[in-house]
């Protein structure tokens, strides 16, 4: 069964600085994904960025790197330069690609509450 | 491109009152999923339709139930409502076309449902 990992409920990070916000995931299966979503105060799920199982880099989207450790089951987030906007909740998700017939739906972790501070 | 809109965004309904939450994903998404987030049990997924038809299931009781339509637009009902069911449904869509990086799912605002 799939399982997600997150195990810093909150963090502090001062402004213009990097923060990585850790994932573990567990899967037997050899082919899913992984990805971040930001949800802040307003309850909307961002999505942040994707990391496939065979995928030869890590995944990057502007301020936003995946730290993709596939032998230690890690996918942690990156943010650089953090934004007083990027104060919010930072989930980490998988889900196994089973085919066109159906894929199983995400899992997600308990998430991550991210402080920027000025 | 217009994205995942939810109706209603707040909703207060009381204990044994029935709800309807409904969902319109991004246009030429054909999956849409619906996720039940509380504090207490973090996001859980509910179930998922593609092309009209029930792909996946969580586990929650008979009174969670669903549907989609031809224009993938989905709603989904809780029956019988209970204290616990309030929540913030949040529904997802993805054009899930098969190749993986169609598979991301796109999340609406959500419905924060409040059981008095």
């Known amino acids: 069964a799939q399982k997600i990992t997150q195990t810093q409920p909150g963090m502090f990070v001062q402004e213009k600085e990097a923060v990585t916000l850790d994932c573990t995931y567990d899967?037997?299966?050899?082919?899913?994904?992984l990805f971040w979503y930001k949800q802040p105060s307003s309850g909307e799920m961002i999505f942040l960025i994707y990391?496939?199982?065979?995928?030869?880099q890590n995944a990057t989207e502007g301020r936003y790197s995946l730290n993709f450790q596939k032998a230690r089951k890690s996918a942690n987030l990156v943010i650089s330069a953090s934004q007083l906007g990027d104060s919010a909740m930072y989930f980490c998700a998988m889900r196994e690609w089973t085919g066109i017939s159906g894929n199983t739906p995400l899992v997600f972790g308990k998430g991550t509450r991210l402080s920027v501070i000025a | 491109k217009a994205g995942v809109t939810q109706t209603p965004r707040y909703l207060i309904k009381t204990r044994g009152q029935q709800v309807t939450l409904s969902c319109s994903p991004i246009?030429?998404?054909?999956?849409v999923s619906w996720y039940q987030q509380t504090p207490g049990q973090g996001l859980q997924f509910l179930f998922e339709y593609f092309s009209e038809t029930q792909r996946n299931k969580g586990n929650f009781p008979g009174r969670f139930s669903g549907r989609q339509f031809s224009n993938s637009r989905s709603e989904m009902n809780v029956s019988t409502l209970e204290l616990g069911d309030s929540a913030l449904y949040l529904c997802a869509s993805s054009r899930s076309s098969g190749r993986v990086s169609d598979n991301e799912q796109f999340f609406g605002p959500g419905t924060r449902l409040t059981v008095l």
């Open positions: 899967t037997s299966d050899p082919s899913y994904g």
């Open positions: 246009s030429g998404h054909r999956s």
């Open positions: 990391q496939g199982s065979y995928d030869q």
